[in-house]
């Protein structure tokens, strides 16, 4: 049964539905990330407010901690943090990748230190498996290896053909009918070794295709080339997702190529440090996104009355709070300006697809 169904395309952008086991996704998206099971500073009645579809979370990380027994007993990970919507589980291979001194690559699986007390673990292909079926997750995400760039052709190549290989123990190890299972398309920034990557792993039939190893230090227009390799070599039909990605202009060229899916730690990350979205302005021919960023914690903002951004609708800029309020907050580390500043980044990049959409759709 294919879970993904295209409602119109638009010179290579398209829009449609992904339906999973706790309700449908619209298509393009982006997910907010709640690598622990909260995304920072945000409340589920703000997710209500903000009508978000999806969110992401860490398999390492929620292995580690809480660990899987109390997640195991609440019957999933939905119920343990009260989430009834769809949440997709990254693998842990971007951990692979971010903590090189702290794990081994070997051929059955990568061995690495917790973050939290240096105790030694050891991810398989099927531990993975088993993990995010315990977390009960709506996408869950085969192990891969992300090769740092840069970085040589015989690097790329021995990792590229490794997560072929646990893409393959993944699905044969994946026991749950319910949850879907992605594979990640790998090779840097190789045309040879993308395509290769990309045939083996659509031969599998999963049920839809990420591509991994971009947003990881190179030039934008190193990552818009090896997604035009990739994206024309995968099912029409299934879902395609960037991870990791981006900027709003980086979104916009992505699924101008025909992507459906993104996360990425900037809207949350950058809100913490006062950093804001602001003014979005997108082309109805969906050839350009422009929009502003407001450094709050700048001085100029100090007796600045304003709201963040009088073209927003979201709560912070609806509730009445001024730039000047949101600045001392942030100065003072009350939490308070986190979850502000949180709330209006987060509305900024579902807005930015809400309006992709319209326009496609239009």
Not at 114 to 127: N, Q
Not at 155 to 160: R, T
Not at 181 to 196: A, P, T
Request: with cysteine.
């Amino acid at each position: 049964m294919n879970n993904f169904k295209i409602a119109k395309t638009k010179k290579g952008f398209r829009s449609g539905i992904l339906r999973t086991s706790h309700g449908k996704i619209h298509t393009p998206f982006f997910m907010p990330i709640a690598t622990r099971g909260s995304v920072k500073y945000l409340h589920n009645d703000d997710f209500a407010q903000l009508k978000n579809e999806i969110i992401l979370s860490n398999t390492y990380h929620l292995y580690l901690k809480p660990g899987l027994e109390i997640i195991k007993k609440a019957v999933g990970l939905h119920k343990f943090m009260n989430w009834d919507k769809p949440i997709l589980t990254d693998s842990g291979g971007y951990q692979v990748f971010s903590l090189k001194k702290m794990r081994k690559i070997k051929e059955e699986g990568v061995e690495f230190k917790s973050t939290y007390d240096g105790s030694k673990h050891f991810f398989t292909p099927e531990k993975v498996m088993q993990i995010e079926e315990t977390l009960g997750s709506d996408i869950m995400m085969v192990l891969d290896e992300c090769a740092p760039y840069p970085c040589d052709y015989a690097y790329a190549e021995a990792s590229s053909a490794m997560t072929t290989r646990w893409a393959v123990r993944c699905k044969k190890a994946k026991k749950k009918n319910k949850q879907l299972l992605f594979g990640i398309v790998q090779g840097s920034i190789y045309k040879d070794l993308r395509e290769k990557s990309a045939k083996e792993l659509t031969a599998l039939n999963l049920d839809g295709y990420a591509i991994g190893g971009l947003a990881v230090g190179e030039p934008a227009q190193e990552m818009y080339k090896t997604l035009d390799v990739v994206c024309p070599l995968l099912p029409e039909k299934k879902p395609r997702y960037l991870m990791g990605v981006g900027q709003p202009e980086q979104i916009l060229e992505a699924v101008r190529r025909g992507v459906d899916m993104f996360d990425c730690v900037l809207p949350t990350r950058n809100a913490r440090h006062g950093f804001l979205y602001t003014k979005l302005k997108l082309a109805k021919d969906l050839s350009k996104v422009k929009y502003n960023i407001l450094r709050i914690k700048s001085a100029k903002f100090a007796k600045d009355l304003k709201p963040l951004d009088n073209t927003c609708s979201c709560a912070t800029c609806k509730s009445g709070y001024t730039r000047a309020y949101i600045r001392h907050l942030l100065s003072v580390n009350e939490p308070l300006a986190m979850r502000l500043c949180t709330v209006h980044n987060v509305h900024f990049y579902l807005q930015l697809m809400r309006e992709i959409r319209y326009n496609i759709n239009r």
